[in-house]
C-alpha cells in the first residue's frame, strides 16, 4: 500500500510540474500575443493618422488645381471675347500641333476612327513641378499624368537646378471627345524643354508618342488616322514611335467560284511603310520613327 502511495505521489508531482509547464508557456504565449496586438494596433493607429492626412493634402491639391484650372479656363473666355485666343497665348506661351482620334457616327451603330489635329501652348515657371490644364472649348482629354512625366523628364534633361511648374491650354476648332490624351507627351516634353532652355520650335512638325520616365517615347494607336489629320493640316514632317512607321495593309484576294460568282477575301497582311501608304492617297508627309525625346528635338529645333 505504501508502495501505491509512493508511485501516486511521484506521479501527482510529474502531472503538476507538466502542468505548471503547460500554463507557463500559454501565459508566455498570451504576453506576446498581447504585445504583437499592441504593436498592430499602434501601427494601424499611424497608418490610419498618415491616411487622414494624405486625404487631407489631396484634397487640398485638387482644389488648388480645380482653382487654378477655372483660373485658365476664365482667362481664357476673357481673351477669346476681346480678340484672338493664339495672338493672347504666344507671348508667353510656346506652341506645337498635337493629334489625336475620336470616334465619328457611320449610321446607327456604325462607328469610325478619324484624326483631329489640335494646338498645345505650354508655359513654365519657376515652382514646385506641378501642371495645370485648361481646354479651350470644353474637350475631353486626360493630359495629366503624361503631362506630369513629361515636366520631370524636361527637367532632369535639362539638368534644372530650379524647379518649375507647367501651365498648359489645348485649342480646338469645337468641342470634342478624344479617344486618347498620352499620345501627346512625346510634344509636351519637347515644348518644356524649349520653354526652360528659351528655344524656339518648328511649326512644320508633329508627333504622336507617349513620354516614358527614361525619356523614350512609347508607343500609340491611331497612327494612321493621326497622319491623315497631321498631312490635311499641312504639317511637313510627323514623328511617330521606333517600330510603328510600317502599319499593316489587308492582302485582298478575289476567286471566281462559279458562272459569274466571285468572291473576295483576305488573304493576309503586309507590312507597307506608312508613308508610302498615305502618297497613294494623295497626302504629302515625310513620317521619321523616333525614339526618344533627344531623338524628336532634332527635329522640332530651328536651326540657326
Given at each position: 500500500m505504501k508502495k501505491v502511495l509512493e508511485v501516486a505521489f511521484l506521479v501527482s508531482i510529474v502531472l503538476n510540474a507538466f502542468l505548471g509547464v503547460v500554463l507557463y508557456t500559454q501565459y508566455v504565449e498570451n504576453e506576446n500575443i498581447k504585445a504583437i496586438n499592441k504593436e498592430l494596433a499602434e501601427k494601424i493607429s499611424e497608418l490610419s493618422t498618415e491616411n487622414i492626412n494624405l486625404k487631407k493634402e489631396i484634397e487640398v491639391l485638387k482644389q488648388e488645381n480645380f482653382l487654378l484650372k477655372n483660373s485658365l479656363e476664365s482667362i481664357l473666355r476673357t481673351i477669346s471675347n476681346q480678340t484672338s485666343l493664339s495672338q493672347n497665348l504666344e507671348g508667353n506661351y510656346d506652341w506645337a500641333?498635337?493629334?489625336?482620334?475620336?470616334?465619328?457616327?457611320?449610321?446607327?451603330?456604325?462607328?469610325?476612327?478619324?484624326?483631329?489635329v489640335m494646338k498645345v501652348y505650354v508655359s513654365v515657371i519657376p515652382g514646385e513641378g506641378r501642371v495645370f490644364i485648361a481646354t479651350s472649348p470644353r474637350i475631353g482629354i486626360d493630359l495629366q499624368e503624361s503631362a506630369s512625366t513629361a515636366l520631370k523628364v524636361a527637367m532632369n534633361y535639362t539638368n534644372s537646378t530650379i524647379r518649375y511648374d507647367s501651365y498648359i491650354v489645348i485649342k480646338a476648332d469645337r468641342e470634342i471627345n478624344v479617344v486618347d490624351g498620352p499620345s501627346a507627351g512625346g510634344v509636351l516634353t519637347?515644348?518644356?524643354?524649349?520653354?526652360?532652355?528659351?528655344i524656339e520650335t518648328r511649326k512644320d512638325v508633329c508627333m504622336t508618342g507617349t513620354?516614358?520616365?527614361?525619356?523614350?517615347?512609347?508607343?500609340?494607336?491611331?497612327?494612321l488616322e493621326k497622319a491623315k489629320a497631321a498631312a490635311a493640316?499641312?504639317?511637313?514632317?510627323?514623328?511617330?514611335?521606333?517600330?510603328?512607321?510600317?502599319?499593316?495593309?489587308?492582302?485582298?484576294?478575289?476567286?471566281?467560284?462559279?458562272?459569274?460568282?466571285?468572291?473576295?477575301?483576305?488573304?493576309?497582311?503586309?507590312?507597307?511603310?506608312?508613308?508610302?501608304?498615305?502618297?497613294?492617297?494623295?497626302?504629302?508627309?515625310?513620317?521619321?520613327?523616333?525614339?526618344?525625346?533627344?531623338?524628336?528635338?532634332?527635329?522640332?529645333?530651328?536651326?540657326?
Amino acid at each position: 500500500m505504501k508502495k501505491v502511495l509512493e508511485v501516486a505521489f511521484l506521479v501527482s508531482i510529474v502531472l503538476n510540474a507538466f502542468l505548471g509547464v503547460v500554463l507557463y508557456t500559454q501565459y508566455v504565449e498570451n504576453e506576446n500575443i498581447k504585445a504583437i496586438n499592441k504593436e498592430l494596433a499602434e501601427k494601424i493607429s499611424e497608418l490610419s493618422t498618415e491616411n487622414i492626412n494624405l486625404k487631407k493634402e489631396i484634397e487640398v491639391l485638387k482644389q488648388e488645381n480645380f482653382l487654378l484650372k477655372n483660373s485658365l479656363e476664365s482667362i481664357l473666355r476673357t481673351i477669346s471675347n476681346q480678340t484672338s485666343l493664339s495672338q493672347n497665348l504666344e507671348g508667353n506661351y510656346d506652341w506645337a500641333y498635337i493629334v489625336a482620334v475620336h470616334m465619328v457616327p457611320k449610321g446607327f451603330f456604325d462607328y469610325e476612327i478619324k484624326g483631329i489635329v489640335m494646338k498645345v501652348y505650354v508655359s513654365v515657371i519657376p515652382g514646385e513641378g506641378r501642371v495645370f490644364i485648361a481646354t479651350s472649348p470644353r474637350i475631353g482629354i486626360d493630359l495629366q499624368e503624361s503631362a506630369s512625366t513629361a515636366l520631370k523628364v524636361a527637367m532632369n534633361y535639362t539638368n534644372s537646378t530650379i524647379r518649375y511648374d507647367s501651365y498648359i491650354v489645348i485649342k480646338a476648332d469645337r468641342e470634342i471627345n478624344v479617344v486618347d490624351g498620352p499620345s501627346a507627351g512625346g510634344v509636351l516634353t519637347v515644348l518644356m524643354i524649349a520653354r526652360i532652355l528659351g528655344i524656339e520650335t518648328r511649326k512644320d512638325v508633329c508627333m504622336t508618342g507617349t513620354i516614358l520616365p527614361d525619356g523614350s517615347i512609347g508607343p500609340v494607336g491611331g497612327v494612321l488616322e493621326k497622319a491623315k489629320a497631321a498631312a490635311a493640316r499641312g504639317i511637313k514632317i510627323f514623328l511617330v514611335p521606333k517600330g510603328q512607321g510600317k502599319i499593316l495593309e489587308p492582302v485582298i484576294v478575289s476567286k471566281k467560284i462559279g458562272s459569274g460568282i466571285t468572291i473576295t477575301f483576305i488573304k493576309g497582311y503586309k507590312e507597307v511603310p506608312l508613308e508610302e501608304a498615305l502618297r497613294r492617297e494623295g497626302y504629302n508627309i515625310t513620317i521619321y520613327e523616333v525614339g526618344s525625346i533627344q531623338e524628336a528635338l532634332k527635329y522640332f529645333l530651328v536651326s540657326d
